[in-house]
């Protein structure tokens, strides 16, 4: 028989604790809570699409990178080199040309979805977080064509935040074009069969 209390209790018997000591534990208490803390799907809520529209086509304006990058994204993800920087996790290349010259130098590195893909908003996820970080939105989408057709990979990254709010995202003007409005709200425009 075990005398060991639910893991809920340790949890929070932890926590408890740390706040009593030194600022070493206040991490701790910050790294229970963001591991626990879970990521929601709200693609049903019309206010948390931003600038976005679950269901709407667009098409990749730049190559972009495919990777998995632990403790970045949720997931595959897809963004500029410049962007992944942004991380301090991120030991690859700096350009998609940079990578197609010697891919065998970043063996983790998935590849290179070509600039023309489109890609279909598939949902749109939410995490609060502890202090500063608050509210966080996540938007993925399906690759419609292409090498890596049927993968769903987060496109945050591929994403300006909604002025003035500054939580919500929009698609960036620079990476993402619009071509076709959601299925959901009516007939799609603006793609053609051969698109897709």
Known sequence: MSFLP???????LLMAGCLFTQTGCVVLVYAL????????DVSANRECWGGYEIGSLYRLKV?????????????????TGTEFKRS????????TQEYKAAPQNWPDMMGVVDAGTLLRVAKIKHRRYLG???????????????????KTVEITELSDYVKPDGNFLE??????????TSQQNGATTGLTTDDE
């Open 33 to 40: 809570y963001d591991t626990h803390t879970p990521t929601r």
């Open 88 to 95: 301090g996790q991120w030991g690859g290349p700096t350009t």
């Open 6 to 12: 639910p893991s809920k209790t340790i949890r929070w």
């Open 171 to 180: 698609p960036s003007p620079q990476l993402l074009e619009k071509v076709a």
């Open 132 to 150: 500063d970080d608050g509210d966080r939105y996540y938007v993925f989408a399906s690759i419609v064509n292409g090498l890596w057709k049927g």
């Open 63 to 79: 190559d972009a990178f495919i990777a998995n990058v632990r403790f970045y994204s949720n997931g595959i993800a897809l963004a």
